[in-house]
């Protein structure tokens, strides 16, 4: 696989970078994880836009916006060189793949604060075929609750992901597919995934703040529901109402759509995948194919 790294491609086992970078020292940077279909990055713009917000957040200088304009050509270009635009012909599939991309302030001597001396980002750009989980999107997945112990500034994007890392093991290890954060009593963020639920026919996920990230996901699901006319509230959900939700589901990059049958051991609603999940479902996999569509067009 071919690696993009500081300007230059590179095969990934000769991509190399100082032990004095800020990323691997302080973890401090930020990423994105961006989904492409036959070559064509899904919802580009909204992701480089939320890169550039965790940028400013971060004060992370020396990249200008024409490089962040850049950076979606390399994202392209690593798709091609690494032959993830074309599906296989013989199944009549489509080349799923993903694209990771990090940029930290850069190698420095360990000072907390910024270097004195300004550093050059560092860019990492990594692409890489992609398997959908369409069985779990298909029978749904079960999820747990753990107490949200991440920092107040959970809409930037960093690579501190130490509690998130934590959160998904205990997922793991109870045979959960997700683990969903509370706090004070209400829900957050899932570990890698916003999280919504319906209640009576009515979509609800916790409003935009600084303790959720503002997942790419969420916001083309929340577009999509207003478009299918199911009615959408974004407005805190409590731990205690997810008893009578009626469905809940994840959202992400590379979850899509997938419902959640069971909480904490307790059955959602009839306990499989509910119909507003499941419309919202295919109205995901529409967005994505239209994607595909467009190329071949
Ligand atoms: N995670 N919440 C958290 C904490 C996340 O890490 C993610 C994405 C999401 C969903 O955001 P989006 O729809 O933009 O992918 C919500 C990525 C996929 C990851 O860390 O791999």
Redesign the pocket.
């Known amino acids: 696989m071919l690696v993009y790294l500081n300007g230059t491609y590179v095969p990934k086992e000769r991509a190399t970078i100082s032990v004095d970078d800020r990323g691997f020292i302080f973890g401090d940077g930020v990423?994105?994880?961006i989904r492409a279909r036959d070559g064509q990055l899904f919802e580009a713009a909204a992701?480089f836009e939320?890169l550039a917000a965790g940028l400013d957040a971060l004060e992370i200088q020396g990249l200008a916006r024409a490089e962040l304009q850049t950076l979606e050509t390399i994202a392209r270009e690593l798709l091609e060189r690494n032959g993830l635009v074309q599906g296989n012909g013989e199944s009549g599939g489509a080349s799923e793949a993903t694209i990771y991309l990090q940029v930290t302030r850069g190698a420095a001597p360990r000072t907390h604060a910024f270097p004195r001396v300004a550093t050059t980002p560092t860019v990492y750009l990594a692409a890489s075929p992609f398997t959908p989980a369409v069985a779990l999107q298909e029978r749904g997945g079960t999820a747990i609750t753990l107490p949200d112990v991440r920092w107040a500034r959970?809409n930037i994007?960093t690579i501190n992901?130490v509690p998130?890392v934590l959160a998904k093991q205990r997922a793991v290890e109870a045979g959960a597919t997700e683990a969903i954060f509370v706090r004070d009593g209400a829900i957050t963020?899932?570990?890698?995934?916003?999280v919504f639920a319906v209640f009576d026919g009515e979509v609800r996920t916790p409003p935009l703040s600084t303790y959720?990230?503002?997942?790419?996901?969420?916001?083309?699901v929340l577009d999509l529901a207003a478009e299918s006319g199911i009615p959408v509230r974004e407005q805190p959900v409590l731990l205690e109402e997810l008893a009578r939700a009626d469905e809940l589901f994840l959202?992400?990059?590379?979850?899509d759509v997938q419902p959640v049958c069971e909480l904490d051991g307790r059955r959602i609603g009839a306990g499989t995948p509910g119909p507003v999940t499941r419309r919202l479902q295919s109205a995901l996999a529409g967005r994505l194919a239209g994607l595909a569509r467009a190329v071949a067009s």
């Open positions: 990423y994105e994880v992701h939320r959970c994007k992901l998130n963020d899932g570990a890698s995934t916003n959720l990230l503002p997942g790419i996901t969420r916001r083309v959202t992400g990059t590379t979850t």
